[in-house]
């Protein structure tokens, strides 16, 4: 069985569901499914630690910051039930790249084409800001999951400077060769990595040693900061979606 098969996917999606590696993180998480808000006080809140979503032999690789306390770590699926999410999976559907308008619960009928969505930290942070050690104690899940997505990715939209900076040591480490200096974050920038021979370090098959080079894509955060603001226009990003999406081979 090739290490890009769905099987290898959801085995992965299982394990992180299970980490309980950062107390900080734990023990944040499992008291906002505890206390919950006020508004969604008749769930069930997941609160554990969120897969990615999406299918196994995606193209096109988004990658956020942290699920939202009340958002992913209240449903279970990345930038479901959230502003932020509205905000993206709106963008994906206007350029064809999902189902359906609006992520709302995980058993919703959503789907993605050709693309998954995932993050350097799975599990909700305190005011959204991991530190850097809990970042560093993630990144092995993200590495992991790119040498799964490493045959068929194509092109990777990074929302925000902090995503940006935790994908790039996950992107060495998978299997791309990263500039030195390391390209700086801002909208609308795309850099474009080499592969390596193979993946620097963990098993390799003949479905890991694919070649290709990975266009990187740097996109605002689809926060309420920024998009209540106008720094993020739903105009700005169906636009960096577009042309990734066009990139990797998703769109004409």
């Given amino acids: 069985m090739s290490t890009h098969s769905p099987a290898g996917l959801t085995d992965l999606d299982h394990r992180i569901a299970g980490c309980r590696a950062c107390p900080r993180l734990v023990t944040w998480r499992e008291e906002v499914a505890r206390v919950k808000r006020a508004a969604f ?28 306390a009340h958002g992913g770590n209240r449903t279970g699926r990345m930038f479901t039930g959230d502003r932020s999410g509205d905000v993206l ?22 789907e993605l084409y050709g693309v998954r969505i995932t993050s ?32 068929t990715v194509r092109a990777v939209v990074v929302l925000g400077a902090f995503g940006w900076q935790a994908a790039l040591p ?47 894509f740097g996109c605002f955060h689809v926060s309420q900061r920024n998009t209540f603001t106008g720094r993020l226009t739903p105009e700005m990003l169906r ?10 081979g998703l769109l004409p």
């Fill in 170 to 216: 996950a992107f060495a480490e998978a299997g791309w060769t990263v500039p030195r200096p390391r390209p700086a974050f801002a909208h609308g920038v795309r850099v474009t990595l080499a592969p390596t021979e193979a993946p620097t370090e963990g098993p390799t098959t003949a479905a890991t040693d694919v070649a290709a080079p990975l266009d990187l």
């Fill in 239 to 248: 636009g960096v979606l577009r042309t990734a999406a066009t990139t990797a």
């Fill in 41 to 68: 006080a008749d769930w069930t809140y997941w609160g554990r630690p969120v897969p990615g979503f999406g299918p196994a032999d995606a193209r096109l690789l988004i990658l956020g910051l942290a699920p939202a």
């Fill in 120 to 151: 350097p930290v799975h599990c909700a942070p305190p005011e959204n800001k991991p530190t850097p050690t809990e970042r560093d104690t993630c990144r092995a899940w993200l590495v992991q999951e790119l040498r799964l997505l490493r045959p």
């Fill in 89 to 110: 999976y709106r963008a994906l559907y206007d350029v064809g790249l999902a189902s359906q308008p609006e992520a709302v619960t995980v058993d919703d009928g959503l």
